[in-house]
């Protein structure tokens, strides 16, 4: 069945790029522009994003993960490595992040290289989630093909009979990633697609920007 798009317009107007103000380091604009999205109403999961790795086939693969931290050093989040996520970003750590926030017209991508945080912070990360979540992570072989039938909550309920909160560890084989960014951008939509967009490209320890054409 085919299905003709081409007349879906969306006009762009919320807001611009004041291109003579913009900090000299990345990292300060993407705090300013989460913030904003933070306190927002109308944005559920502003710590969504998307991750694309290179697969050991060739093809490149997106999924959505949760920011959990970002700083200077850059952006972290965690998962099974021995997802798939995880089994590419170690044949290949090089890695692009976006992030869409549509309902500001916004969005940042991030290229960088994905490496594994300390066992310390892991675990610090791990011990605050949620009970239940925990237990999810011992249950799950995450990216591993299972039966149909294969209830995963029946499993949850046996090891709630068989751990308490705190007898939970890590599994050696879950744990965060740090991106280490080289190139930054940030696209805000502007009316007629005259997008405004600026990137930042990281040369040694200082931060290079020019704005692109939309």
């Not at 499993?155 to 308490?164: P, Y």
Request: glycine content about 4%; aromatic content about 14%; hydrophobic content about 30%.
């Amino acid at each position: 069945m085919e299905q003709d798009l081409s007349d879906k317009r969306k006009e762009y107007s919320k807001n611009y790029i004041d291109f003579n103000s913009v900090p000299s380091n990345p990292i300060s604009l993407f705090s300013s522009w989460f913030n904003e999205v933070s306190q927002s109403k109308l944005i559920d999961e502003p710590y969504a994003m998307n991750i694309s790795t290179l697969e050991k086939n060739g093809f490149p693969k997106n999924r959505i993960v949760l920011l959990r931290e970002f700083n200077e050093e850059g952006f972290v989040f965690y998962t099974n490595y021995n997802s798939q996520k995880g089994q590419a970003i170690a044949h290949n750590p090089k890695v692009c992040l976006s992030f869409f926030w549509d309902k500001l017209e916004r969005q940042v991508i991030i290229t960088g290289e994905a490496e594994k945080i300390s066992a310390e912070k892991s675990d610090d990360y791990f011990n605050k989630r949620p009970f239940e979540s925990r237990l999810g992570a011992l249950v799950s072989n995450q990216s591993e093909a299972i039966d149909f039938d294969y209830d995963l909550d029946e499993n949850v309920k046996i090891l709630q009979e068989k751990f308490t909160e705190t007898e939970i560890k890590r599994p050696e084989n879950w744990g965060g990633y740090l991106i280490r960014p080289y190139q930054i951008e940030f696209w805000q939509g502007r009316p007629s697609r005259l997008h405004d967009r600026i990137r930042y490209s990281k040369k040694g320890s200082n931060w290079n920007k020019e704005r692109l054409s939309p």
